[in-house]
């Protein structure tokens, strides 16, 4: 597994800091009733208890029984039931079918999370190999990635119930500031280094580093309002053919889109599903929960396009996460409208509040190759149809997301926070 | 309504009996886990949530609302959320959805039982007016309906869970005695009378009392036995497409049946799935959970034939319910073995155990009339393509049972607990 | 096979019928276009040119492999390609795909017909057993279904075109004549004798001969007018889930019923598809094309009823098919407004235009028993989920039909010349 | 419409040129049966008959009706029937629908033909715009590449059909010959220009001409073997997950893949249908109708790749088509074994006998703009989830294909003539 590095983490540090990610698992189903645990409201989706169950399962399996001497598993049948797609572990229940398991509860996964977190706790980090170590660390970004799903996960099983439930009443909603205009930075052409370097912590996925030729391009200042996306909407985005690629013309056709997923129109008014409730749409903030078609056919009607993985991470490089970030951390869970920026010359929003759909297809770097055994199974086996994002949303963790970090989705998907940032 | 007439019940029983039933419903999931009542395994399958809320529904919708001024409902969306099929009573949540609402919790739905509990208790009987009276009668015994669903319900919840978790570890499972030999009764060929008569109360579709012309037929004596069915299998009952109705046939194929539902190979030996958990197949007791289909192609395979329902109606009219009869009140949740009968000529097992599947298509008597209003989409509706069983189950009410009563499901059905009667 | 007695055809007169009736077979066919032959329009749909093999293949299989020493098969691929639901006989060649066989081309499947026509026409009736006489029989009478069956597949297949072609451009339509009013003939109760007796032919379904109680009711002096059923439409028949069984509000909301199959709302005119193409649509001819459910339907909002299949069978059985009647031997292929009767007791149409729905589930007469062998497969076996039909449409053979003479279609059905008669 | 540039073609070979390569779709299906032209045996694949009346149509909307004063259409309905997928001309036949259709039959879509193409030959090349004549040329090449598509549709349609029966009795089957080992060109890093220059034909997609930078690397002499894929499934290639991508997987569960399109276990033998009906596969052709993902799967067993469609056109710019390619000139319709070399240097089979796939999403070049109208939905709307494959196949026509020429077909596909080329 030459491929991970350990992060500069003092090996003294390691399991503490898991432990912390860990217990952040835990925080974030504080305010879920049992109930909402179970409900798979789509195959996408995965009840919160199979996320807390999952992640405790993948250090189980990869950290536990290879270190441990007679190490006990928790319950046997739970490699089963928990394992997500990983071939080399064997079978596993069908994925869209993890809502009909009301056992184990919720008490028994905590239980079962109690019961790996003391093993992980008593783990003497000098005593293990670097692949259990890299393992580990792969634990932590693995752990991060499910708490990002169960954020999103929990907002469209909260948004298909008729009530409506908030996810959390305790959210603040700051005041929507004007964005700033829309400007373009502009780069130029040339060779550069993409992908990772150095002995930080990275998935497989960003490796190796490589040269990629860039012609010039401009990036917008920051992403697309939802006044601008209503604009779209208004001259009758949805209606027109010819904005779309026909997969997305498709795809607008079959599920009867007309407007981003949680955007709804009641009394006239637009209003938003957000995990504080439903509220009024505020025209300032990002828009947010659009497909890759959607943001494709957004920047054909605005005569640009979509910037390329590589276009983005040349300039995010350049401008490394600030501390106004609006990461999970912020708890807003959120976007929020564009903060004036420090340094003209900075785009705002390059990190954080929405991920931003690249105009990518996710494949391998030249000279990719994944590592073996079941961890090979991680990212390298998606790479078709599916479409880099960049930069992490304002429910990704801080110290989850890097400028080479390639997230991953199919085109039609919608229920993460994904947003567009326009290029020319 | 003049369909219903009262039971004998005196009118300051009704309140009483009605919240002695009520109670029964919380009585039967008090065994249950919190994340137990929210799954919908199967289409068919309702949440054990939704029963509650649903029978309480009922009676907020047709009892209070039309009978106490200035009524508050509990919650205005719960006329969407908890309505079953009554067109009358407007829009409703999709059936197949049931399993994606986490809310109500299974909290909320027990305060808004005792919410309407308590508005129940506080009717003046005499006060009300006699299609108000009849209208609880109704919900009485639909509430009943779905005390046995939720059984039924629940019992194939917990099976498509890989744990396989008991319902009650607390059931006891008698010691299966040998059953008597199969013999046959003999009845006379004539005119005689089914459907309801006399005041009691019974659903509109046992009415009207009508003659029918019977010619002499014989009735087994007992229910068929596991023993006896494993014979069909053994011979390939499910491998001979002559043995079967076309679309019986067609079920096989693609549902991929080899044996009842709830059976399982496991190490060369049956087992079954009881509300007790699983469990060795005891071969003397009746085979249960099979679908119309394999009734038919087993009393093919027997050369003998399922009777109809009105040659059922007319033996039960004959025996009565006995006090040794298997409903749910004997708290087995299980068909026990015939018992040696008192009486040589009365069949064992007419009623309780499991519901028998007849030879009739679920069709009106003549002159049939469903009632006014919501109230008759009852029954009426569903008269086309099931068939009619009798006699009641293990999971049936004693009180809830009478000889006229008809029962009905789609021909591929095997989650209720469903058996065989033959007949020549 | 002894339910099928001969017909008082003389021996010698049998292989000539035989041949006459398949003569009708092509000659049915004589106006369509090659590639008529060859299209599915949806699955109970068959091409023609799979109804002019399966035909032949039945005699092939039934009649001359058994009969003939060293008969050689035409093609030994054709018994799997050309068998449509014999399990006896073997695998045969999924119904969903006949649309997908460009091979045997027509040509190639009227060589098959006239090598078997040959082999027929060389038999000696004399010496065939009674068991081979009696499968001609058979085979004439299903050669008659399927001619009817072409006539109708053929119609859905030419209307689901765009270009709407006709079948035949020479085909009459009779001007329309104002029906006789609607008026009731009464029946008195009673016990009366139905289902087929004597030595003529007639299918197993019809049979045993038995006893039925009836009691006193009326039926409709005529089909169901378009006129009648329009107003139907118009006081929103398809809009009022109460008119409606269950299953029938589920077809109208998932099929997008609104008016019968082939009508058309073209420049606010009802147009109608006819064999003949496109036209105006008559008032006064009888409704068709209507499924059980509109049929029901249609009753109910009359406050009327269907009769039951021994209702109509007793009046068939006083009142036999006229000369006047409309069969595909009057070469309308379309039902027409009722005639004037000669008889005012006699219900007009009883015998051809439509076939009538009734109230009666298609099930097995008491004692029934399906012959042995494939043939055993021809009516038993679809004894569940289906409906009877009664008295033959404009598109059956006049030799084909009887008062005892059971037809039987699923509920949701309508590109068969089907239509309703009252009862009360 | 800039992208388009004229071939070299003189004005006045144009016509000519398009009435010769009309001509040849005629040629094309000389060998069908009637009923040949109507079957669509999947959604991919469209009727014969349909190919000749939309290639048709392309020029009748296209080119006569702008260019022609008081053109009068063949059909009015035709422009729906026969509109592929033009949002810009109006509404659509269904594709899935086209095998429902038995009118026009194939003599009139001849007759259609033969209309247009006398309107054609009309045309005064001189008179028209530049925009005209490079409808022209697209309408040549979009004809070239409908004839490819009935050559592989017909395979399909004929394959499905039970009978097996050839397209074409008189083809000839090469005597197949060892192939050269498996060695490996060497290439440099470097950037290089792709994408068409210069004034020749070439569709958008092509465009503009821009730098990439390669990296080193090796391409394989020729075409992957039947022999060698026959060693990876030997290997258990198709049982072992840890080979293909996730998706690719999924394909291969749900579709039961074992083996390429048209390869047949017969009696032990692996047998293989080609265009000449049924034979033994010949281990020394190239492995055609696999599917991307089983082109990945291979190479990974293999420890190569794919290469990228850069590194196939900056090889294939070196090495231009030569006499010997087999295109659909050659006539054998069906990949032949590779030829020695004539320059040791040069890898074989570059162009002809498969389509080779890339490791290239199929997505637009920087720069790349449609073309304005109906025309600019022939190639841009189709960029997301497809994959590049180059250099035509044995049913490619030679005036058709460039080393330029971008083809492209989602990763699952089989049905064209497909194979494997690998890098390293």
Redesign the interface.
């Known amino acids: 597994m030459s491929f991970l590095r350990m992060q500069e983490t003092a090996h003294d540090q390691l399991i503490e800091h898991l432990l912390d990610v860990r217990t952040f698992s835990e925080t974030i189903t504080n305010s879920l009733?049992?109930?909402?645990?179970?409900?798979q409201?789509m195959p996408d989706v995965s009840p919160a208890?199979w996320h807390l169950a999952h992640t405790t399962w993948f250090f189980e399996t990869f950290v536990l029984e290879p270190s441990v001497p007679d190490y006990q598993l928790f319950h046997p049948?739970f490699r089963?039931?928990f394992n997500s797609?990983y071939?080399?572990v064997g079978d596993r229940?069908p994925r869209a079918?993890r809502?009909?398991?009301?056992?184990?509860?919720?008490d028994e996964v905590r239980k079962y999370r109690a019961y790996v977190d003391h093993a992980l706790a008593k783990l003497n980090v000098e005593q293990l190999s670097d692949e259990v170590r890299s393992v580990i660390e792969i634990g932590i970004h693995h752990e991060q990635q499910h708490q990002e799903l169960m954020l999103t996960d929990i907002k469209h099983?909260?948004n298909?119930?008729?009530?409506r439930?908030a996810y959390r009443s305790d959210l603040t909603t700051p005041e929507p500031s004007e964005p700033q205009a829309l400007s373009w930075s502009h780069f130029d052409s040339g060779?550069h280094q993409v992908g990772h370097a150095g002995d930080n912590f990275h998935f497989d996925n960003e490796a190796p580093r490589?040269?990629?030729?860039l012609?010039d391009f401009q990036l917008a200042n920051r992403l697309t309002s939802n006044q601008e996306y209503l604009e779209f909407i208004e001259d009758r985005g949805y209606q027109r053919?010819?904005l779309?690629?026909?997969?997305?013309?498709d795809a607008v056709q079959q599920l009867g889109w007309t407007c981003p997923l949680y955007w709804e129109r009641v009394n006239d008014e637009w209003q938003t599903f957000t995990l504080a409730g439903m509220r009024d749409l505020h025209l300032q903030e990002p828009v947010t929960h659009v497909s890759?078609?959607e943001a494709d056919a957004f920047a054909r009607w605005k005569g640009c396009r979509l910037p390329t993985e590589f276009e983005w991470e040349h300039v995010a490089q350049i401008y490394q996460p600030g501390p106004q970030s609006n990461f999970v951390e912020e708890d807003l869970l959120h976007p929020r409208s564009a903060p004036t920026p420090d340094d003209q010359k900075s785009p705002a929003q390059l990190y954080g509040d929405a991920w931003e759909w690249t105009?990518s297809?996710y494949?391998?770097y030249?000279?990719y190759h994944p590592p073996d055994g079941a961890i090979?199974?991680y990212n390298g086996?998606?790479?078709?149809?599916q479409w880099v994002l960049r930069g992490g949303s304002c429910v990704t963790s801080k110290s989850h997301i890097r400028p080479t970090y390639r997230n991953f989705f199919h085109?039609e998907k919608r229920w993460q926070f994904t947003g567009i940032r326009l290029a020319e």
């Open positions: 009733e049992r109930e909402d645990f179970v409900i409201s208890k049948q089963f039931l797609y071939n080399a229940h079918h809502g009909m398991l009301s056992r184990p509860t919720i099983v909260l298909i119930n008729p009530l439930p060779i490589h040269e990629v030729l012609r053919p010819e779309w690629l026909s997969e997305g013309w890759f078609f105009a297809p494949i391998a030249p000279g090979g199974e086996k998606f790479m078709s149809s085109p």
